[in-house]
């Protein structure tokens, strides 16, 4: 299988780019972020032209995550357990969810895409809803592991967080003044690493960032955030063969500010004939 993440920016605005990526390098499953429509809204008909089934889950012009996928799809969702909501000015329990995950079972893989809340800022009731929202997806993660050892599990998306110095390279974005880089934002992600997940491209793609803004020339610059992940479960983690972060994909005519990141995996195990045998 190989397994590619992308926050798209917008679907309708890429869906030509998107489709031709997927097709060019042999994408069996593409999961996409910030599509930022409804699911009628959805441009399907490239996508099954090429082969795809499109699962699409958004609620207005904002947010939106979807999975196209040359495999069968199972068990779609559109939440995980204990994923809060946030509404402006709202406060409690019952705010709604937004449209930032959605998990499916696709050759016996769980795989999540997500879009983690930004922040916003330091100070914004935003922020708050991140780490909640990290907390519970930490929570989510341990229980499923702790019930299933053996499940091959992938979180992939936009994390919003640049979890080490290595991981941000615009000059903007400083630790104790934003976003993305804070102590709570970090340690969050480690929790989540702490879990039971392994990141599975950094230790074969050692540099690189996966997002640049459009402001100030940060591409031209290099000045990025590797902020867009495949977080794995050991079982998942071990049959990762190669990783690759498409640069080249922020280059063109109306790119996303994201960069798709692909993993291959080998999930056919040993073969019982060829074992040796013992008498």
């Known amino acids: 299988m190989r397994l590619a993440t992308w926050n798209v920016n917008s679907i309708r605005a890429r869906v030509a780019r998107t489709v031709d990526f997927a097709v060019r390098e ?7 972020q910030e599509i930022k429509c409804k699911p009628e809204q959805f441009p399907y008909a490239p996508f099954e032209e090429a082969g795809y089934e499109v699962h699409a889950h958004g609620l207005n012009q904002w947010n939106g995550v979807a999975i196209a996928s040359r495999l069968p799809v199972e068990d779609v969702r559109t939440a995980f357990p204990g994923m809060p909501g946030f509404a402006k000015g709202h406060e409690g329990p019952d705010q709604p969810q937004e449209a930032r995950a959605m998990g499916a079972t696709i050759d016996g893989v769980e795989v999540w895409s997500l879009y983690v809340p930004n922040g916003r800022s330091l100070d914004d009731p935003h922020y708050t809803y991140k780490l909640d929202w990290l907390a519970a997806l930490t929570e989510y993660t341990r229980s499923t592991l702790e019930t299933t050892p053996e499940l091959p599990l992938a ?5 919003n967080i640049a979890p080490t110095d290595e991981d941000n390279g615009d000059p903007t974005v400083i630790v104790g003044l934003t976003t993305h880089v804070s102590p709570p934002e970090r340690h969050a992600f480690r929790q989540l690493l702490a879990a039971g997940l392994a990141d ?4 074969l793609v050692p540099t690189g960032f996966t997002y640049w803004d459009y402001k100030q020339l940060r591409f ?3 000045e990025g955030l ?5 977080l794995g479960s050991p079982a998942f983690a071990d049959a990762v063969t190669g990783a690759a972060i498409h640069r080249n994909e922020r280059k ?10 692909v993993v291959d995996l080998d999930l056919t195990g040993p073969d019982d004939d060829d074992r040796p045998m013992f008498w």
């Open 26 to 32: 042999n994408i069996d499953v593409l999961a996409m």
């Open 200 to 203: 599975t491209v950094r230790p």
């Open 155 to 159: 979180l992939v998306g936009d994390f």
């Open 220 to 222: 031209p610059r290099n």
């Open 252 to 261: 063109g005519e109306i790119p996303s500010d994201h960069v798709p990141v």
């Open 226 to 230: 590797r902020i867009d992940f495949v």
